[in-house]
């Protein structure tokens, strides 16, 4: 079996030390180097050609940001920023993403266990080592669209619907790209981007600057209204609730699920039981299985459902698994995806 070989970029000895014991006890995963700062890791990057790094925000001599956007116009390679649980990590840590990381994670700290990060870690290392750099680097520097789409029909007789969203590797960008398209007459939307907790915020907020709807980390009681975007909030599963003709959200603790928390599977499944026919599911890039057992629940409850195809994909894993299930109406490029969902509607 051929090992995903790593290299661990931290100013922190403790950091590197847990990393490299912790990653060394998945038998996939070879940890072949560690580096204090960016000036040593681009020594090792050119002797040692890892598959993928992870890499801290702050760190002496560069800082990881600027470390990053160099090593994506030079040499690019998958990369996971390493973050503290901080708004002012998270916001540090979206930009890194749009700048062209594949992904986040917590240091291990109070609210994040050593253990937790471990699982979580190795999962993140295999997706991104399936990310194909070239049409990665590539979507990113496509300019986010600007044009607001129309459904064929009016959207202020389907305000009754709603709309469920999963993504997790590459997530980030997709669903830029499927809400900037989106006019603000849409439906409510709910959506499960796998990412720590307060990291969530701030990727709101910056969907909600970018965007006609409105976009918000949920809260628990939020009402799903038209024109409006829900966050799951990192570290929490999000489920959908009906009370009349009303649809709220619950925020709530609980079990990992596939990995994970928020879990996709988590909000579909609650979306088959209360909006059934009313709803609208989709699947966007991922790594791992999570919205597949959610989406066949959905498909079954009568709801229509779209997963991005695997061209488009920054890793083909959740849309893969949902396909494979049978839950999946419609397999669509992701720049077809808001037209798709309006049409559903």
Not at 6 to 15: I, R
Not at 53 to 61: A, K, V
Not at 179 to 191: K, Q
Request: with cysteine; proline share 6%; hydrophobic share 40%.
């Amino acid at each position: 079996m051929k090992k995903i070989r790593v290299l661990v970029v931290d100013d922190s000895a403790v950091v590197r030390k847990v990393f490299t014991e912790e990653l060394s006890r998945h038998p996939d995963i070879e940890v072949i180097g560690a580096a204090p700062d960016p000036y040593v890791a681009r020594d090792k990057i050119v002797h040692l050609r890892p598959d993928v790094i992870t890499l801290d925000i702050e760190m002496p001599r560069m800082d990881g940001l600027t470390f990053l956007r160099k090593l994506m116009k030079h040499f690019p390679l998958p990369v996971i920023i390493v973050s503290s649980l901080t708004t002012e990590g998270g916001a540090v840590a979206l930009e890194a993403m749009e700048s062209g990381a594949v992904d986040v994670i917590c240091k291990p700290g109070e609210a994040y266990s050593v253990g937790d990060m471990s699982v979580q870690l190795a999962d993140k290392i295999r997706g991104a080592a399936r990310v194909k750099m070239v049409d990665f680097s590539s979507r990113l520097r496509r300019e986010a669209p600007k044009s607001v789409l129309s459904s064929k029909r009016s959207l202020s007789q389907s305000t009754h619907k709603v709309i469920a969203i999963g993504s997790s590797t590459g997530g980030t960008e997709a669903l830029k790209d499927v809400l900037v398209r989106l006019p603000p007459t849409t439906p409510g939307i709910m959506i499960v981007q796998h990412m720590p907790p307060n990291f969530t915020k701030s990727f709101a907020e910056r969907l909600d600057s970018l965007c006609q709807i409105r976009v918000k980390e949920a809260e628990d009681g939020d009402t799903v209204l038209p024109g409006h975007a829900l966050v799951a909030p990192g570290n929490y599963h999000m489920v959908m609730r009906r009370s009349g003709a009303r649809y709220y959200v619950n925020v709530k603790g609980g079990p990992l699920v596939c990995h994970q928390r928020p879990a996709v599977d988590v909000l579909f499944n609650s979306v088959a039981a209360y909006g059934g026919a009313n709803a609208v599911g989709v699947i966007l890039t991922g790594m791992g299985k999570d919205g597949a057992q959610g989406m066949l629940k959905m498909h079954e409850a009568g709801a229509k459902t779209i997963a991005q195809n695997e061209e488009s994909c920054v890793v083909f894993g959740m849309p893969k698994e949902a396909i494979a299930m049978g839950g999946v109406d419609k397999v669509m490029p992701l720049d077809e995806i808001s037209q798709g969902i309006l049409d559903m509607i």
